[in-house]
């Protein structure tokens, strides 16, 4: 079992930026790719950005340039740097861990079984 820890979320102006913090407990050594995922209200849950154990990234379109995926190994803990944030980033922001070592085009929401509780962020001035 992997428990992921969420921080860092909170409220900002436009243009503004916030990093989240992944933090990942337990049976960390199963850990392939790392996922951020947001879900706004009334909208699917979509994917962010993910990062496999070797480093490989993706980025939804909505965010390339502006957000960037990183992972710690020795930290246990993955990060999302948001930068130039939008109102229509407004979201709950997930963490998701995946056991699955597959093409990084292949993680979709199914292959993540590890899920932290989410923390909210909210861009508006």
């Known amino acids: 079992q992997v428990q992921l820890v969420e921080s860092g979320g909170g409220l900002v102006q436009p243009g503004g930026s916030l990093r989240l913090s992944c933090a990942a407990s337990?049976?960390?050594?199963?850990?392939?790719?790392m996922g951020w995922y947001r879900q706004a209200p009334g909208k699917q849950r979509e994917l962010v950005a993910a990062?496999?154990?070797?480093?490989?990234?993706n980025y939804a379109d909505s965010v390339k340039g502006r957000f960037t995926i990183s992972r710690d190994n020795a930290k246990n803990t993955a990060y999302l740097q948001m930068n130039s944030l939008k109102p229509e980033d407004t979201a709950v922001y997930y963490c998701?861990?995946?056991?699955?070592?597959?093409?990084?085009?292949?993680?979709?929401?199914?292959?993540?079984?590890?899920w932290g509780q989410g923390t909210q962020v909210t861009v508006t001035s």
């Open positions: 998701a861990a995946s056991r699955q070592k597959v093409p990084l085009s292949d993680y979709t929401e199914a292959r993540f079984a590890s």
């Open positions: 337990g049976s960390i050594f199963s850990i392939n790719a």
């Open positions: 990062i496999t154990s070797g480093g490989s990234t």
